[in-house]
């Protein structure tokens, strides 16, 4: 027998070897399939736990009983989609958790300093915010409590009485008795929630142009540009009496300012393409909101903000409804409505129209949250711009944005 034959029949035969090695594929496939079964299983528990968990943070109030049978007809409007508005109000509610920074007594009635119509077209293509002077005198209408208890109306009333009075349901019956336009959600949002929401993205980007220090309310922030977010941010937006001109309407315009950053950040960057923040973000904002019945779950928030999300930043546009001081001696500091240009304003809302550059001449583009280049009264710029005049540099720093 010839030597290499011999050595062939030595050796062990290749076939066993290679019906040995199909038993541990048939093995490593198994795990890998009952991986993925459990990590599928594990991630449905998920998100069935986390849509219960965020949707069972929000509290949910009907408040249609209360606004009577006499609401302004919603107006059709061109457009894939029905346009939208929503009344945003702040509550100062300091009975509940993390509200309470002025340690003011507790029980007493809660107020809203601040109150933004969120209007978004039916094509989907603009959103503005309008925010209401709290200090605006308007006639209140009679509204009910919740046990529907008649709450008496009024003339040349400061405009967040009425959420004193009757909360939510009395706000919304003013605002559409006074302007004509329907509301069709309402959100209230306190203290804890909006600080929880700034700390979900880390922080929101300011410019600030001088110190503000107010002992009275614990409030002392430096001047300079930066992100700021905890009990500084909430601070920021509240500040009025040590900064700028100590108006109300100073506060509004960093309040818009700092809302149109904060919708920047969220949708620009990142937030919504990260799990952590964007979860962090949805459980600081429905653990302290009240919100309707039509907004009373997470998917038909998000189907809310998906609308925001697609319409572009430099759409989303934030005004205030214009207005002049009252020259009453009686109403010192109290503001009056312009009767025309704010019947424009409120009539292009209700129709689902775009505003007018009149009526937008000094909005805050979310776009460009802390200023622009063109020449904005209410806008502001971490850095100087040859298009703001000496007046307007001024006037920003007197509501406490940098020019």
């Not at 941010?233 to 009025?240: D, E, G, M, T």
Request: a negative charge; hydrophobic letters at 35%.
């Amino acid at each position: 027998m010839p030597e290499h034959a011999a050595r062939t029949q030595s050796q062990e035969p290749p076939a066993p070897k290679r019906r040995g090695k199909a038993p541990r594929k048939n093995t490593i496939g198994r795990v890998l399939l009952a991986s993925a079964v459990v990590l599928a299983l594990a991630t449905g528990l998920g998100v069935v736990y986390l849509y219960r968990h965020l949707s069972g943070n929000l509290n949910v109030v009907d408040v249609t009983s209360q606004l009577g049978s006499d609401r302004p007809e919603k107006q059709e409007a061109a457009g894939p989609q029905e346009p939208l508005n929503i009344l945003v109000m702040g509550s100062d509610d300091r009975d509940a958790a993390g509200n309470n920074i002025d340690n003011q007594e507790l029980g007493s009635t809660d107020r809203s300093d601040t109150t933004i119509l969120m209007h978004l077209s039916a094509d989907r293509k603009r959103a503005y915010g309008v925010s209401i002077p709290r200090d605006s005198l308007v006639t209140r209408p009679t509204c009910k409590t919740e046990d529907g208890e008649s709450i008496p109306g009024g003339t040349d009333v400061m405009w967040n009485e009425a959420f004193a009075l009757g909360g939510p349901a009395c706000t919304i019956r003013q605002f559409e008795k006074t302007t004509g336009v329907f509301v069709d959600h309402y959100v209230v949002i306190d203290f804890a929630g909006f600080e929880g929401m700034v700390n979900a993205i880390d922080g929101v980007p300011v410019c600030i142009p001088e110190d503000i220090v107010d002992p009275a309310h614990g409030i002392n922030i430096p001047s300079g540009t930066r992100e700021v977010e905890g009990r500084e941010a909430l601070n920021y937006v509240r500040a009025r009496y040590t900064l700028g001109d100590g108006s109300d309407i100073s506060r509004i315009a960093r309040q818009q300012a700092f809302i149109a950053s904060m919708a920047n950040k969220v949708i620009s960057a990142g937030t919504l393409a990260r799990v952590d923040r964007l979860v962090g973000f949805l459980d600081a904002a429905t653990k302290s909101l009240q919100v309707d019945p039509g907004l009373d779950n997470v998917i038909k928030i998000a189907k809310m903000g998906v609308g925001f999300q697609g319409i572009g930043l430099e759409n989303i546009q934030f005004v205030t409804v214009p207005f002049e001081y009252d020259q009453r001696p009686e109403y010192s500091g109290r503001v009056s409505w312009l009767p025309q240009q704010s019947q424009d304003l409120w009539s292009k809302i209700a129709a689902d129209e775009p505003l007018t550059k009149r009526l937008t001449s000094d909005a805050i583009s979310a776009a460009k949250p802390t200023g622009s280049e063109s020449k904005k009264k209410n806008g502001s710029s971490s850095k100087p711009s040859p298009a703001v005049s000496p007046e307007e540099a001024a006037e920003a720093e007197a509501n406490g944005l940098c020019a």
